[in-house]
Structure formats: structure tokens, C-alpha cells
């Protein structure tokens, strides 16, 4: 299973973005997807989260300025980033839980896509 992230680039503050995150591969299911975000000098943090449910849960920083959403039929994610500001910079990496593998031998794995970079200058 592979995960193709797109959709980062440079925007002033204020601004807006949407990251894609499509999967390809061996796919029974996807039941979470995910973005999480590592700035300089920080630990990789989780910004938003959608399950199959879906349920949404989102890093208060961003609560009301992103907005997380799935398509099933496309295995991909998207983050919606509005209200940009230059505490958003960072390395954004989408990251998906999957069942892979065939009937009778369904294997649980997790995966993480390249990072796209985000900056938001002031």
C-alpha cells in the first residue's frame, strides 16, 4: 500500500490550502485516516482524524479553521486548511490504518505518506 500526499505549497497568513491523500494498493479497508504535522524542533503531532464512522477529531489549535473529510470510493483524505497562520508551518504527513491481504488472512497495517510542506508567511 502506498499513500501519494499533494497539496502543500507557501500561502500568507489568512489563507487557505487543501491537502489530498490518496491510497493505492492492497485495500480491504481503510478504517482511520489521518494528518499530522512536525515543525522544526517539534515532535510530530496529530492534527486531524476521520474514522470509517465517520467520527472527526481534530488538535485544538485548528478546531473551526480545518476540516478533515474522507472519500471511500477514492481511498483518500483531504485537510481543508483555512485561516492559515505561521504556526501552521510545518511538514504535514497523512497517515491511514488498513486491513490488507485476502479473505482469511486480513493483516492490520499502518501507513504513513511522504510529507508536504506547508508554509505560511506573515
Known amino acids: 500500500v502506498q499513500l501519494q500526499a499533494s497539496g502543500g505549497g507557501l500561502v500568507q497568513a489568512g489563507g487557505s490550502l487543501r491537502l489530498s491523500c490518496a491510497a493505492s494498493g492492497n485495500i480491504l479497508v481503510i478504517s482511520e485516516m489521518g494528518w499530522y504535522r512536525q515543525a522544526p524542533g517539534n515532535q510530530r503531532e496529530l492534527v486531524a482524524e476521520i474514522t470509517s464512522g465517520p467520527s472527526t477529531n481534530y488538535l485544538d489549535s485548528v478546531k473551526g479553521r480545518f476540516t478533515i473529510s474522507r472519500d471511500n470510493a477514492k481511498n483518500t483524505v483531504y485537510l481543508q486548511m483555512n485561516s492559515l497562520t505561521p504556526d501552521d508551518t510545518a511538514v504535514y504527513y497523512c497517515?491511514?490504518?488498513?486491513?490488507?491481504?485476502?479473505?482469511?488472512?486480513?493483516?492490520?497495517?499502518?501507513?504513513w505518506g511522504h510529507g508536504t510542506q506547508v508554509t505560511v508567511s506573515s
Open positions: 497517515n491511514m490504518k488498513v486491513r490488507t491481504g485476502t479473505i482469511g488472512n486480513v493483516r492490520r497495517r499502518e501507513y
